[in-house]
């Protein structure tokens, strides 16, 4: 008989607002489990997230990146113009998304190191809702655990705790901004698809059962 310790707790999701293109101090914006300190952007860092090169995209050759894809692991640049390229493209990521039976999608997941992700409406009015450079905050420190999948982990669950209430603020494909809130199911997909554009993965928010139960399904990833 196998004897284990006991389960590491699982801790929070951390939310932090991305750095700005000013330089000015970045803060996390989570109570529960935020560091709470301050940082000043430095040059490097402005570099990476301004430079920037022009390049066409095809919408109709995005198509699901698998972990271990290395773009999945990028941190997400801001889309710095909201153009035909871009509704185009985030037109093609809610086709993919509602082909694969997803909830949500981020650029990473198609390739692109983009800040910005797709969910469905859970409110059915649309096709689904674009955020373009979002930024989360959370209103309710409470937390929950509960079961999340993720179109680049075909085959792995794993538990998530994660802030109940969400304010996000972003821009849609129009170009507007739009800002929602809500401590229902749908705050836990943004903080999903949040995570994507810091090349965070729910493999890496795994408990040690959780790591033992996909193993097998990582490994088949991995390999191929």
Avoid at 22 to 35: A, D, E, I, L, M
Avoid at 57 to 64: E, G, K
Wanted: some cysteine; glycine content about 8%.
């Amino acid at each position: 008989m196998l004897c284990r310790g006991p389960e590491p707790e699982l801790r929070p999701a951390i939310l932090v607002e991305p750095c700005t293109l000013t330089g000015n101090p970045v803060r996390g914006q989570c109570s529960s489990g935020s560091p709470g300190g301050v940082r000043q952007a430095n040059p490097c860092e402005m570099a990476a997230f301004t430079y920037h090169v022009a390049m066409p995209v095809d919408p109709t050759s995005l198509a699901i990146r698998l972990h271990p894809d290395t773009v999945l692991r990028e941190k997400a640049q801001p889309v710095e113009s909201i153009d035909d390229e871009v509704r185009a493209v985030a037109a093609r990521m809610l086709e993919l998304m509602d082909e694969a039976e997803g909830i949500g999608l981020a650029a990473p997941q198609v390739g692109l190191p983009w800040r910005l992700f797709v969910t469905r409406d859970l409110t059915g009015h649309s096709p689904g809702v674009v955020w373009i450079n979002p930024v989360l905050e959370c209103i309710d420190s409470s937390t929950e655990i509960d079961e999340e999948g993720c179109l680049s982990l075909p085959g792995i669950l794993v538990k998530v705790n994660r802030p109940i209430g969400i304010r996000i603020r972003g821009l849609n494909e129009l170009g507007e901004e739009v800002v929602q809130e809500t401590d229902e199911h749908l705050a836990r997909v943004w903080q999903h698809e949040h995570d994507h554009l810091d090349g965070v993965l729910i493999i890496d928010r795994m408990s040690s059962m959780d790591r033992i139960r996909n193993r097998r399904a990582i490994r088949d990833l991995e390999r191929g």
